[in-house]
């Protein structure tokens, strides 16, 4: 007679999980714009305190939840998760902090990314760093096997996009110095559903105005909702668009260094068309780019 195999992770605690992730993607907003002439808050260590805080405490929760639907240590997720969650706060000061580089400020978020994403099971703290390159990424595996390019067709999408545009220009300097595809448009007003922004950022792409006291300010603000998407995309959308796909008939097919980010950008236009784009976590995410652009 077969001996019964008994899992340690049911069939129902990925499904649960995934769900969980879909839901919460539910809350997050389509396109992160930019109102005009908000007011700017020159943050002080209460704001940074509380932006760390808030990092630390979404770190530890989704480490925690994680290793609870897994049936891991929870106490030791939660606290590994908080110290990620603190490394990406330290990735967002840096991208912010230092105008001429806000990759550099990317590429120690995506550590902390990386250390929340371990946080939940036993094994190493940081297995891979993801240095992004537009809508590439390249994986860079700390075991000294071969770093690895990966794809995502919706930010693909999102740059044919912004290249089609006439009214954009492409400004290289910034998208060097981000990591990321940045356009400016000079001559026009950026209009979402008949409002007037500063600039929004959609996907792995930036879109600003470029009026002159505020240019700095307006592309800082916008590499922070780029650093929160990061964070989103390697905790969210990618496990859970992988884990949907694995179930159909497209799974197989579709080879691993590509992915369609479609996830992200439908369940945020849906959460759009049901919340606004003022919803509560929208709104946290709003008020951290402005605390670390107001510097
Ligand atoms: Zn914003």
Redo the contacts with the bound molecule.
């Keep these: 007679m077969r001996q019964p195999v008994i899992q340690k992770n049911g069939g129902w605690a990925p499904r649960v999980g995934a769900w969980v992730l879909i839901l919460s993607a539910l809350v997050s907003p389509s396109v992160?714009?930019?109102?005009p002439g908000y007011e700017v808050v020159e943050p002080g260590r209460d704001h940074y305190f509380a932006a760390l805080s808030a990092n630390a405490v979404i770190g530890a929760g989704m480490a925690g939840m994680r290793a609870w639907i897994e049936g891991n240590d929870v106490g030791d997720a939660v606290l590994r998760g908080a110290l990620g969650g603190g490394v990406g706060w330290m990735g967002k000061w840096l991208a912010t902090e230092w105008d001429a580089a806000p990759i550099a400020g990317r590429t120690v978020a995506s550590v902390g990314n990386e250390v929340v994403r371990r946080a939940s099971g036993p094994g190493p703290w940081i297995q891979s760093v993801v240095l992004p390159l537009g809508p590439a990424h390249l994986v860079v595996p700390m075991d000294g096997r071969r770093p690895r390019l990966r794809l995502s067709l919706a930010d693909v999408g999102v740059l044919a996009w912004a290249l089609a545009q006439p009214e954009l220009e492409t400004d290289w300097s910034r998208s060097l110095a981000a990591g990321a595809p940045v356009f400016v448009a000079n001559d026009h007003a950026i209009r979402i559903d008949g409002e007037l922004y500063d600039?929004?950022?959609w996907g792995g792409v930036i879109v600003m105005e470029t009026h002159p006291p505020d240019a700095d300010r307006i592309f800082r603000?916008?590499v922070?909702?780029l650093v929160q998407h990061d964070f989103a995309g390697e905790l969210l959308w990618r496990p859970s668009e992988r884990w949907l796909l694995d179930r159909t008939p497209l799974g197989p097919i579709l080879p691993s260094w590509l992915e369609l980010g479609l996830l992200e950008l439908g369940t945020a236009r849906l959460s759009t068309h049901l919340f606004g784009t003022g919803n509560h976590l929208g709104g946290l995410?709003?008020q951290e780019?402005?605390w670390f652009a107001g510097r």
């Design positions: 992160a714009a930019q109102e600039g929004f950022q603000h916008e922070v909702h995410l709003e780019a402005r």
